[in-house]
Each structure stands twice: as structure tokens, then as C-alpha cells.
């Protein structure tokens, strides 16, 4: 069940992403409300998309809905990488200037820790 939540987590995010990429969502909602340009949301938004796709195909390794040719051990570390970027990424949070950022995000990339730290330790 937890891999089923990361999964779904994770997807949403990357639709955000890409509904931030073609403005469908204001920038200004992400990056600690930081971004100043289309220049640099699209730079941060790159990022973002990257390691969103790469967190949701760890998750879907984990959860045997695809096979990576990877040890398990490569699985579960990736999982304690994830684990540790949604702890600063909570971090990040608590510091935006946008208060949605701060009320939902930061709950959320409290989520998206334990998930991580759960399937981490019991793959």
C-alpha cells in the first residue's frame, strides 16, 4: 500500500510540474515563491520534472511494477536518498514565501519522507 501512495504522490507531482511548465500553474506557488522569470522557473521546472521521473521509477521498482537492472540494494538506497531530499525539501518549505507552499507542501514532503523511510527499510 505504501508503494501505491508514493506512486500516486509522485505522479501528481510530476503533473504539477509539466502544469507548471505550459502555465497552468502559476510559478510563483514553488521554489520557496523564489522564481523571478520564465527563464528560471523552465531551468528549476527541468530540474524538478528530472528528479520527479527518476523518484517515480525508483517507486516503481520497489514496487515490482517494473524491473530496473539494479540490485534491491540500489533500490533501497535510492529510497534513503529520496527520504533524505524530502526531509530538506520540507526544510525548504517552512522557509517559502508562499503560504500554500508552506500548508500543503510541507505536510506533503512529510508524507513523501515516511513513505520513503518505510519501503526503504522494509524492501
Known amino acids: 500500500m505504501a508503494e501505491f501512495i508514493l506512486i500516486f504522490i509522485l505522479g501528481g507531482l510530476l503533473l504539477m510540474h509539466l502544469g ?3 502555465h497552468l500553474i502559476p510559478y510563483q ?3 520557496g515563491g523564489r522564481l523571478k522569470s520564465d527563464k528560471e522557473m523552465y531551468q528549476f521546472e ?3 520534472i528530472i528528479l520527479n521521473s527518476i523518484f517515480l521509477v525508483v517507486a516503481l521498482a520497489a514496487a515490482n511494477y517494473i524491473q530496473l537492472p539494479v540490485d534491491l540494494y540500489v533500490i533501497r538506497v535510492m529510497l534513503w536518498v529520496m527520504a533524505s531530499l524530502f526531509l ?3 526544510f525548504g ?3 517559502s514565501k508562499d503560504k500554500f507552499e508552506q500548508l500543503f507542501f510541507t505536510p ?3 508524507i513523501l519522507l515516511g513513505l520513503c523511510s518505510y519501503i526503504a527499510y522494509y524492501l
Do not use: G, H, K
Request: avoid cysteine; hydrophobic fraction near 70%.
Open 20 to 22: 507548471i511548465i505550459f
Open 29 to 31: 506557488m514553488v521554489w
Open 46 to 48: 527541468a530540474i524538478s
Open 88 to 90: 530538506l525539501n520540507t
Open 93 to 95: 518549505n517552512v522557509a
Open 108 to 110: 506533503l514532503t512529510i
